[in-house]
T-cell receptor, first 115, second 109 residues
Framework: EPEVTQTPSHQVTQMGQEVILRCVPI?????FYWYRQILGQKVEFLVS????????KSEIFDDQFSVERPDGSNFTLKIRSTKLEDSAMYFC?????????????FGDGTRLSIL | KNEVEQSPQNLTAQEGEFITINCSYS?????LHWLQQHPGGGIVSLFM???GKKKHGRLIATINIQEKHSSLHITASHPRDSAVYIC???????????FGTGTSLTVIP
């Protein structure tokens, strides 16, 4: 069964550095999402992406964050200048067209640790 | 504010027991998801509902739109069902998602 893959599984970065988290969604999917889960807390929606543009973003997704689909297969989340509070598990998800009956498929997540 | 509330927060059951996890939400929704998060952190989508009831194996999910409430039932629970079960809703005014804090289920052999 096709799956969403995320790399790396664990990223350790110094505060203030830029980080790029990578996701390869399922190939025929059209809608893409990033979520974050701080340790011990609930999952939070960051951003959704469709037709090469952001369709919705949360308050968390400020100017430090950006997303890109650079080559038709990868979907990336960039954090420009990382802060300690960016330490979290980041999940990518994708789904096919027809949101009313298509579930999201999640990757296994990237654990981001900011030092 | 919590747009999605789940209960209970923690649940311990004996193998074979019938389990119910509840979810209430306060926003208008276009769909409700039940997700399973394993101890390693990976998330699996179990159901997506916009009305009625869905069944998959030993899992049943129901939703009452008027009461803004959904339940996830597990019949004949098994230790491998031990995980965190998360309710999430998609708002009906855009592509925003709201998540519950999850219910941690432990099934004891």
């Amino acid at each position: 069964e096709p799956e969403v893959t995320q790399t790396p599984s664990h990223q350790v970065t110094q505060m203030g550095q830029e980080v790029i988290l990578r996701c390869v969604p399922i190939s025929n999917h059209l809608y893409f999402y990033w979520y974050r889960q701080i340790l011990g807390q609930k999952v939070e929606f960051l951003v959704s992406f469709y037709n090469n543009e952001i369709s919705e973003k949360s308050e968390i997704f400020d100017d430090q964050f950006s997303v890109e689909r650079p080559d038709g297969s990868n979907f990336t989340l960039k954090i420009r200048s990382t802060k300690l509070e960016d330490s979290a598990m980041y999940f990518c998800a994708s789904r096919d067209r027809g949101y009313s009956n298509q579930p999201q498929h999640f990757g296994d997540g990237t654990r981001l640790s900011i030092l | 504010k919590n747009e999605v509330e789940q209960s209970p927060q923690n649940l311990t059951a004996q193998e074979g027991e019938f389990i119910t996890i509840n979810c209430s939400y306060s926003v208008g929704i276009s769909a409700l998801h039940w997700l399973q998060q394993h101890p390693g952190g990976g998330i699996v989508s179990l159901f997506m509902l916009s009305s009625g009831k869905k069944k998959h194996g030993r899992l049943i999910a129901t939703i009452n739109i008027q009461e803004k409430h959904s339940s996830l039932h597990i019949t004949a629970s098994h230790p491998r069902d031990s995980a965190v079960y998360i309710c999430a809703v998609r708002g009906n005014t855009g592509n925003q998602f709201y998540f519950g804090t999850g219910t941690s289920l432990t099934v004891i052999p």
